[in-house]
């Protein structure tokens, strides 16, 4: 069963502040599959005449005001550490209509610095190693991880068209709580680079000590520093302002090196192995966890017309893993309550949707 059709977000338009690499796709991604109009603003000249050639953004912005004032969207796709000034210039010049959402890998700060029930925050897990709108693809998005990071404040009509412009293009958007989110991210991005850092710059050392050539390196070394030296100017900001949630991880990964360590000191073939046997099997089950696919079932929830209503149970379901797929809201005529249709990918996750939403003390059914 497919969910409500993408006519509510085709043609709209789109404001885009910041068309580099995920700025520039989200802009070729909703023009090639949305047919929407898009306007690009960038401190680099260079960077919209690029954006323009190219066939990425209609028209250029002379400011972040002029980019947001008549969209029905913005994507604030900017470095962490300008997110807090240009999302708040996009929503002092963006329309009581207009969503307003940003691509940063932090959540937190800016959620906190932004109560407004017309910004949603987001992060798209996608990217790749190069940077700049001449690499920027329209199916940058196709299958991945959007997180929204809605507040009790937030519109559920905004979220809403939000969710639908995502899916539009081929994400799969799915809410988080900011602390929750950056937590997440420590662990699986963050600190990644981190070691990857560590690692080259350790091999490269130890080689330089030993006055040897640099040797080819094997697949395991290049697999795991292949994130090593992302730009500076984009990474320190992140670093910083997850500092907090960085270094507990750090701290936790130097305390299980050190159990390694004295393992290996020890000659616990044992203990080896079976800390071998346990990675792989964490492997298995956190790429399952990945996996999509089978059913998709329908449910229809009743709700009140009130402010935060979509993001409780958006967030809800977040937290207990179950994915929306898609969604759409059926307002009353009088405005008073509505439907929130839900769709969502399998048998037992539906189950637990359905769960989840009478437990919020919401009438649901299947459709």
Request: glycine content about 12%; overall charge negative.
């Amino acid at each position: 069963m497919a969910g409500a059709g993408l006519g509510d977000v085709e043609g709209m338009r789109i404001g885009v502040a910041g068309v580099g690499l995920l700025g520039g796709s989200i802009a070729l991604a909703v023009r090639e599959r949305l047919g929407a109009t898009v306007c690009g603003y960038d401190t680099s000249r260079e960077a919209l005449q690029d954006a323009i050639d190219r066939g990425v953004i209609d028209r250029v912005g002379g400011s972040i005001g002029e980019a947001a004032r008549d969209a029905q969207a913005v994507f604030v796709a900017v470095p962490v550490g300008a997110l807090a000034v240009v999302i708040g210039e996009a929503l002092s010049a963006a329309s009581t209509e207009c969503v307003v959402t940003d691509v940063g890998s932090t959540k937190r700060a800016i959620v906190a610095a932004h109560d407004d029930p017309r910004f949603v925050g987001g992060h798209p897990l996608a990217g790749a190693e190069t940077a700049g709108v001449r690499y920027a693809r329209a199916d940058l998005f196709d299958g991945a991880t959007w997180f929204l990071t809605p507040a009790a404040t937030t519109s559920g009509i905004l979220y809403e068209r939000l969710h639908r412009l995502l899916r539009g293009i081929g994400a799969r958007p799915t809410a988080i709580e900011p602390e929750t989110h950056d937590t997440i991210l420590a662990t699986v991005s963050h600190l990644p680079h981190v070691l990857a850092n560590v690692l080259v710059s350790q091999a490269a050392r130890a080689l330089a000590a030993g006055d040897e050539r640099l040797p080819a390196t094997g697949p395991s070394f290049r697999d795991a520093t292949r994130v090593a030296g992302a730009p500076g100017e984009v990474w320190t900001d992140i670093y910083l302002s997850n500092a907090d949630a960085l270094t507990a991880e750090i701290d936790r990964t130097v305390a299980r090196l050190g159990e390694v360590r004295d393992a290996l000191a020890r000659g616990d073939r044992a203990r080896i192995g079976a800390w071998n046997e346990e990675a792989a099997a964490d492997r298995r089950r956190l790429l399952e966890a990945q996996l999509a696919g089978g059913p998709v079932f329908e449910l229809r929830a009743s709700v009140p017309n009130r402010p935060g209503v979509i993001a409780q149970l958006a967030l809800e379901l977040g937290r207990s893993g179950v994915n929306i797929t898609d969604m759409a809201l059926y307002p009353a005529p009088d405005m008073s309550e509505g439907v929130v249709a839900l769709w969502i990918a399998g048998e037992a996750p539906a189950r637990r949707a359905e769960e989840l939403v009478v437990r919020l003390g919401f009438p649901v059914a299947r459709a």
